[in-house]
């Protein structure tokens, strides 16, 4: 985004093939493009998922646009968006930040509450089942704490209170959800219990791996690696590694193919 908030291509966005890059068709561009369609609208952060965009703008609204298998769009119906659509039913809600999972979206409302939609295999967007949501649905299973922000992964969905506390549901094989209990899937949302007592400053999601930073600067990450180790070992051995060194920021970033199966 530029310093008047035009929304510009990412220059590594270059496949359009689900519509993704909201200029009307699915060509492939190549070099970064002004996305005309939302010319005028201040954009304040942008999301990409595996085929589809989300944007959220000063104002709080909420557009998507791209593929909408499994009603990740968040348009009550799984049609693909060439051009970005407002989020209807989010009228009314001050969205102040949004997230793209695979398969998935959610959204938090400047009063603490989190929308998920999309795909809800592994159950993921927390609402109790496998079931999907192709319009914005409140997780009620946060309904007791003020959410303020989320990040979504493949198959699972964390999220960090106002209090530093984070929460994480969806699947939980090979430690992706953060729960020392790695068989099946988490339905709702529930409180990691190895980061009880820390206070969660910013958190990172993507594919099948989560991490996180504590207001004391310090790393924890976790999720799938490989089979050599379980959560808790991989949790304890780059926490004692990382131990001296002071972080402010994290990103997570998946070069596995994402996969409903």
Not at 210 to 220: A, F, H, L, S
Request: proline share 2%.
């Amino acid at each position: 985004m530029t310093s008047n908030n035009y929304l510009f291509l990412n220059i590594f966005q270059l496949i359009g093939e689900d519509g993704q890059l909201g200029l009307g068709d699915t060509s492939d561009q190549h070099e970064p493009t002004f996305l005309d369609a939302l010319r005028g609208v201040a954009v304040r952060q942008l999301a990409c998922g595996s085929g589809h965009t989300c944007i959220l703008t000063q104002d709080g609204e909420v557009f998507t646009w791209g593929r909408g298998d499994d009603g990740r769009l968040g348009h009550g119906d799984n049609g693909w968006k060439y051009i970005p659509r407002l989020v209807a039913s989010l009228t009314g809600e001050v969205v102040t930040q949004i997230t793209c999972g695979s398969y998935h979206t959610a959204a938090v409302t400047n009063n603490g509450e989190l929308f998920t939609w999309g795909g809800g295999m592994y159950g993921k967007l927390g609402h109790g089942s496998e079931s999907g949501c192709s319009t914005p649905r409140k997780v009620d299973g946060l309904n007791s704490v003020h959410v303020r922000s989320v990040g979504c992964g493949s198959r699972h969905t964390v999220a960090v209170t106002s209090t530093g506390a984070l929460y994480s549901w969806g699947d939980k094989e090979n430690g992706v959800a953060g729960h020392e209990n790695t068989e099946g899937h988490q339905y709702t949302p529930k409180l990691v219990e190895k980061l009880q007592g820390k206070i969660v400053v910013q958190l990172s999601a993507c594919g099948f791996h989560t991490g996180c930073i504590t207001n004391d600067k310090n790393v924890y990450i976790w999720g799938e690696v490989s089979a050599v180790f379980s959560f808790i070992d991989f949790l304890n051995l780059f926490s004692s590694l990382l131990k001296e060194t002071m972080f402010s920021f994290l990103f997570c970033y998946s070069n596995r193919v994402n996969s409903e199966d």
